[in-house]
């Protein structure tokens, strides 16, 4: 039947019976791309056909209206492309089961028809473009071959429908609000008439005059000027407890439901708009509906697409905790790039410590899976002792800052300004990370040699084997170690450390932590309001860091684990550590100073790649997470080149900043001279 030619089709098919059986024919033969003749092109062959064929054309127009006219629509207009009120992993459990064991289809339920022709078919093409107004040309086509009575039933059944699933859609925002999500969001559901429940009662005047005029078809609807006020406070309602949500912490749960919302209102905005439409505009309105209707057929089953919908809202939530904490590492003057690097410098003196334990780990005879745990505590107590000292870890920066950037790109100017703006903003986010690796990795050689001198006048001999040196310089080497490939799954971890500590921070906020430790029975036992208030809004502000610190370095100190179970070449090569490193090889190897030239070079080439990794990624994740995207990359890459072939340095250190303070201060000393001159005087 697929392949048959159009009037052939139209024959065919006009003496079919069964309606269902009918529009099944007809969408395989529409979605069936051969002979010559691709999607696109076959809702005009069909239109025609119908057109030519005016007999045949009125035989399945009998058929086809007269069931539409009878079909039960409501499901499929409160059902299909809106989420369902079981919750997202109630909805996701019941996803997975239809698609084992589905449920039969109901013949004269319009939804369950629609989802057997579609569910799990590709996009319909032929309602798109050009397709979309053939389609109509084939409804036309058949509605001038019908009959005028048909087809007044068809519509009043339409119209009687739309009406009951109008009045659901209402009662169904109105019941939202008292959802314990929504209320934690904005308390003030409680006690203020929301546009929610103004919505519900608008509504039901509207239905009201429907019925009415279904009735009595002289009488005129109700005006929906009131009406389409309340739906749009209520659009403005939802708008607000996303962005609290975003703000104050957000849950697949509350995204879900706030996604729900969103597609009610859309559908009640679809149904009014085609309900009050002039006849001329209506049928466009309702080849609308039709499509959308259609879509959500091809997706009712689709987990991802549920995940897509559901999570968007949580990244978002998850990517803003970020960009809070990204301000603060992103330097734009001489005190702020200095301060950094004083933070990372200490950083340095903990991370050369944690180098040495780790040496002195691996030199034990332990088994791999406890040499991975040791390693593990070893990197995640530690990183997370350097953020309770207020210490900076270059590396941790990128994920934060990369929010950051995403924030502004969301905030959509146009032209070549916001070029010029984003390519400074990566300028300040490539010189505040570097500063950050200078005070890593100056603090740890130095302390490592340190070290190293010191066991070397204690002991006599090298605080490292010469083997062990061999060994260390070998794994900061591009090639021969490896180490870029590793550095690149570092920054990986890197990535996913940002995302957890930005999941840590969204569920601090969501669980309301700061309240739950204040009031904590136990606590009040232990500790008396001041300090318990203390310790409650550090856990609270610091909850996503400390997460985030830790499971970093339970993530590097598995990776070599995990590559020895798998026998795969999975190391990581941090730039920190790295520098440590090298600091105790150099002293007990007694590396020439081109050696260690060199091997600082490789050291810093880890560090590019640690950053730019992990800034990439988490970049990437924070744009789509906000639904946006650099529009013109080449400009912005433009832009960079413009910005860095001008002052170099300026991607290193706060040149720009140092010379204006230099101005200013010699601006200043020039007052005071003419001060002092004009009181000589």
């Not at 629509?73 to 992993?89: E, K, Q």
């Not at 010469?466 to 590793?486: E, R, T």
């Amino acid at each position: 039947m697929d392949t048959l030619g159009a009037v052939t089709l139209v024959r065919s098919v006009s003496e079919q019976r069964c309606a269902v059986t009918l529009v099944t024919t007809l969408v395989n033969w529409l979605s069936y791309n051969g002979l010559g003749v691709d999607h696109a092109q076959r809702p005009a062959k069909l239109r025609d056909a119908l057109e030519t064929n005016p007999k045949h054309a009125a035989a399945i127009s009998e058929v086809l209206f007269n069931w539409l006219g009878e079909v039960n629509i409501y499901p499929a207009l409160v059902n299909l492309g809106i989420f369902s009120r079981r919750g997202f992993f109630r909805e996701t459990a019941s996803r997975v089961y239809e698609r084992l064991n589905p449920a039969p289809r109901d013949q004269n339920d319009f939804k369950d028809v629609l989802v057997q022709i579609f569910n799990g078919k590709p996009e319909a093409i032929w309602l798109q473009d050009g397709g979309s107004e053939a389609m109509l040309g084939c409804f036309d086509a058949l509605a001038a071959n019908c009959d005028a009575a048909t087809l007044r039933k068809m519509q009043g059944h339409f119209r009687e429908e739309s009406l009951y699933a109008l009045e659901m859609l209402a009662i169904w925002v109105a019941a939202e609000e008292i959802e314990p999500d929504l209320m934690r969001l904005d308390r003030r559901l409680t006690s203020l008439d929301s546009p929610f429940i103004a919505l519900s009662r608008e509504m039901n005047l509207f239905v009201e005059s429907g019925k009415q005029q279904l009735a009595n078809p002289e009488l005129a609807l109700l005006d929906t000027a009131h009406l389409d006020v309340m739906m749009q406070q209520s659009r403005e309602q939802v708008e607000r407890l996303r962005r609290r949500g975003a703000g104050v912490g957000s849950s697949v749960a509350v995204a879900h439901l706030l996604e729900r919302l969103e597609q009610t209102l859309d559908r009640i905005d679809l149904l009014v708009d085609m309900l009050i439409s002039e006849p001329a505009v209506q049928r466009q309105k309702l080849f609308s509906l039709f499509s959308t209707l259609i879509q959500a057929s091809t997706e009712q089953n689709s987990i991802s697409a549920l995940w897509r919908s559901s999570t968007q809202m949580l990244s978002k939530s998850i990517t803003v905790n970020k960009s809070g904490h990204g301000e603060h590492y992103i330097t734009r003057d001489k005190s702020q790039f200095f301060a950094l690097m004083r933070s990372a410098a200490g950083a340095g003196v903990i991370i050369a410590l944690m180098a040495l334990l780790k040496i002195y780990i691996d030199s034990l005879a332990l088994s791999p899976f406890h040499r991975a745990v040791l390693f593990s505590l070893n990197y995640g107590l530690g990183f997370v002792l350097v953020h309770m000292l207020h210490f900076t870890i270059a590396t941790k920066q990128p994920a934060m800052t990369a929010a950051s950037f995403a924030q502004e790109v969301e905030r959509g100017e146009n032209g070549r300004a916001v070029n010029r703006k984003l390519a400074a903003l990566l300028i300040d986010v490539n010189r505040s990370q570097w500063a950050a690796v200078w005070g890593n990795v100056s603090s740890a050689i130095l302390l490592a040699a340190c070290i190293a001198v010191a066991a070397l006048l204690i002991r006599g001999e090298p605080l490292l084997s010469a083997k062990i040196v061999a060994y260390q310089l070998n794994a900061i080497s591009p090639l021969a170690g490896l180490a870029l490939m590793y550095a690149a799954i570092a920054g990986l971890w890197l990535f996913c450390a940002g995302i957890i500590a930005g999941f840590f921070d969204n569920r601090a906020n969501c669980l309301e932590l700061r309240l739950r430790l204040l009031h904590h029975p136990l606590l009040k036992k232990l500790l008396r309001d001041a300090p318990r208030q203390k310790l409650a809004d550090y856990v609270h502000d610091n909850y996503g860091a400390l997460a985030g610190n830790f499971f970093f370095g339970v993530l590097l100190g598995m990776t070599g684990y995990i590559g020895y179970l798998t026998g795969l070449p999975l190391d990581i090569r941090h730039v920190a550590f790295s520098s440590a490193n090298l600091g105790y090889s150099a002293v007990s190897g007694e590396i020439g100073v081109l050696s260690f030239l060199l091997h600082l070079l490789f050291v810093l080439l880890i560090g590019f790649v640690n950053l730019w990794v992990s800034f990439t990624l988490a970049l990437t994740v924070a744009l789509r997470a906000r639904g946006t995207s650099i529009s013109r990359l080449p400009l912005l890459l433009k832009s960079l080149w413009e910005q860095a072939k001008q002052q170099p340095l300026n991607l290193f250190f706060p040149v720009n900043a140092i010379k204006q303070t230099m101005a200013e201060e010699g601006v200043k000393a020039e007052t005071k001279a003419d001060k002092a001159i004009a009181q000589d005087k």
